[in-house]
């Protein structure tokens, strides 16, 4: 199955700044996932990554907020933008199929100050 | 009510003892994912299952397709099987993963 790498693994923000994680898959998925995961809550989708095309977002989360790209099969960013403390979660990209299973990143453990 | 239901929220154990964590769901599916997620966030894909049972190793992950069921088993646990298990559903109709709110399991020595 894929290899997904993300980074960063973790990182401390300034309230008000953004953050870009990445997501790079080591072959072609078709699918690619940004999700969230709260402090004691389990995984929310954020948007379905699409190539070459905008992201679909899930009710409550909107483009300005979280900037996705998908430049190709392989590769893509999820932005947090303009950071509050409420946005220190768990943030997880996956890849993949019904077909042939999903594959994850490793999470990027985010703390907004 | 949730789509996707695990059981238990939390499970304690001895090294050593047999675990079941169970999951069921109530929408139609194309296939079930067991996954692991360690502390630090990350998440390891054990099993998709559309029928049957699959073994890995000590875990076993099996489906019943007509009582919308499914179970993960764990033999001889270790404490490096300490983690939080999700099953994910994939439903008919697209890709995305419904998700199960997880069972945090503490293997002590």
């Known amino acids: 199955s894929a290899v997904i790498s993300q980074k960063p693994s973790r990182d401390i923000c300034q309230r008000g700044t953004s953050l870009t994680i990445q997501c790079q898959v080591d072959?072609?998925?078709?699918?690619m996932f940004w999700y969230r995961q709260q402090p004691g809550q389990s995984l929310t989708l954020i948007a379905t990554a699409n190539q070459g095309s905008e992201a679909t977002y899930e009710s409550g989360f909107v483009i300005d907020k979280f900037p996705i790209s998908r430049p190709n099969l392989t590769f893509s960013t999820l932005t947090v933008s303009n950071m509050s403390p409420e946005d220190s979660s768990i943030y997880l990209c996956g890849g993949g199929g019904a077909d042939y299973g999903y594959t994850f990143g490793s999470g990027t453990r985010l703390t907004v100050v | 009510k949730n789509e996707v239901e695990q059981s238990p929220q939390n499970l304690t154990a001895q090294e050593g003892e047999f675990i079941t964590i169970n999951c069921s769901y109530s929408v139609g599916i194309s296939a079930l994912h067991w996954l692991q997620q360690h502390p630090g966030g990350g998440i390891v894909s054990l099993f998709m299952?559309?029928?049957?049972?699959k073994k890995h190793g000590r875990l076993i992950a099996t489906i019943n397709i007509q009582e919308k069921h499914s179970s993960l088993h764990i033999t001889a646990s270790h404490p490096r099987d300490s983690a939080v298990y999700i099953c994910?559903?994939?439903?008919?109709?697209?890709?995305?993963?419904?998700w199960g709110a997880g069972t945090k399991l503490i293997i002590k020595p």
């Open positions: 994910a559903a994939t439903m008919d109709s697209n890709y995305q993963l419904i």
């Open positions: 299952l559309s029928s049957g049972k």
């Open positions: 072959s072609q998925v078709t699918m």
